[in-house]
């Protein structure tokens, strides 16, 4: 049986994890997180030791390594600005890193775990979940079957938060990276797997609670809005249900409403059997969010979204 810990146990995305190591034959041994709403942790593995004082996890993970014990793997869903300093953790202590996405706010970022991962002769693995989806594994082959087609491409994303959101981390530039990082990185990774290289990468709006912009890439044109408010949810849907999720390829939808539930398993058998996503596979979408986050706004450049116009 492998053997996990698990950082950030109290967040969203915490059960996923827990779902895709006992699903995958693993155990979590320890487990840590400032706050104590942890109780999920019961329906999966209800025998491994929990803290909430990151001095006493790292007592007890060098307790383990002295005993023979080893963690094979740390996954980490901790806040985004941590990730970096967890996984610099998870290496140090002889464990192979799994991390939630964004896997690291900035590239420099990356360049420095490269170094890690030689020094320490370890992995750092990414949840990219859906290069796993049946749809855009269909979507991917399709593209590469017209090696010189110039594809239109329109994305949206409404997932609607509340006013608690811009109190909480991911409100803060700072440690989530802004709305484009936190919500949108694994689309951009999504556009870039299928589509290629960025050639153009043009931002008409940034705001707290929503951006959009054009990116031209090796084999698509695509237009791109991401937001979290309510307001912005079509009127088919409002009223209806909270999210709002549309990638329309030369005119025609993309269907990938479901099939999420097991892609964090999957990701974890592919992670388990030395296929996991690295840090050389999601470099392309961390270099896309740090200049979206910081490049200058240019609104009279390349196509806006139709979603945005009334915006801008």
């Given amino acids: 049986m492998t053997n996990f810990a698990l950082i950030g146990a109290a967040g969203y995305i915490a059960p996923r994890h827990m779902n895709a190591i006992k699903e995958n034959g693993g155990s979590i041994q320890t487990a840590f997180d400032p706050f104590d709403s942890v109780g999920v942790i019961d329906s999966y593995f209800p025998e491994a030791r929990f803290f909430t004082e990151f001095e006493r996890f790292d007592r007890y993970i060098d307790k383990l390594q002295r005993e023979n014990k080893t963690i094979s793997y740390m996954s980490i869903c901790s806040p985004n600005y941590l990730h970096d300093a967890h996984i610099r953790f998870a290496l140090r202590s002889g464990a192979h890193a799994i991390c939630e996405k964004p896997i690291v706010l900035n590239p420099w970022n990356i360049d420095a775990l490269e170094d890690f991962e030689s020094h320490y002769g370890k992995k750092i693995n990414t949840i990219l979940q859906l290069r796993l989806h049946s749809s855009i594994i269909a979507l991917k082959e399709e593209i590469n079957s017209?090696?010189?087609?110039?594809?239109?491409?329109?994305?949206?994303?409404?997932?609607?938060?509340?006013?608690?959101?811009?109190?909480?981390?991911?409100?803060?530039?700072?440690?989530?990276?802004?709305?484009?990082?936190?919500?949108?990185?694994?689309?951009?990774?999504?556009?870039?797997?299928?589509?290629?290289k960025a050639k153009q990468n043009n931002v008409h709006l940034r705001?707290?609670?929503?951006?959009?912009?054009?990116?031209?890439?090796?084999?698509?044109?695509?237009?791109?809005?991401?937001?979290?408010?309510?307001?912005?949810?079509?009127?088919?849907?409002?009223?209806?249900?909270?999210?709002?999720?549309?990638?329309?390829?030369?005119?025609?939808?993309?269907?990938?409403?479901?099939?999420?539930?097991?892609?964090?398993?999957?990701?974890?058998?592919?992670?388990?059997?030395?296929?996991?996503?690295?840090?050389?596979?999601?470099?392309?979408?961390?270099?896309?969010?740090?200049?979206?986050?910081?490049?200058?706004?240019?609104?009279?450049?390349?196509?806006?979204?139709?979603?945005?116009r009334g915006l801008i």
Avoid: C
């Fill in 207 to 308: 705001e707290a609670s929503k951006a959009a912009g054009y990116l031209e890439l090796e084999k698509a044109q695509v237009r791109w809005f991401l937001s979290i408010d309510r307001n912005d949810l079509p009127e088919s849907v409002q009223g209806k249900q909270p999210t709002y999720r549309s990638i329309t390829v030369d005119g025609k939808e993309i269907e990938f409403s479901s099939g999420f539930t097991d892609l964090h398993t999957k990701s974890y058998q592919e992670i388990l059997s030395g296929n996991g996503y690295g840090l050389i596979d999601v470099r392309p979408s961390i270099e896309m969010v740090s200049a979206i986050r910081t490049m200058a706004l240019a609104p009279n450049k390349g196509d806006i979204h139709p979603m945005a």
């Fill in 146 to 196: 017209s090696p010189d087609k110039i594809w239109e491409v329109d994305l949206s994303y409404i997932t609607s938060r509340g006013n608690w959101y811009h109190n909480s981390w991911k409100g803060n530039e700072d440690k989530s990276g802004g709305i484009a990082t936190n919500i949108g990185v694994h689309f951009y990774d999504m556009l870039t797997y299928i589509f290629g």
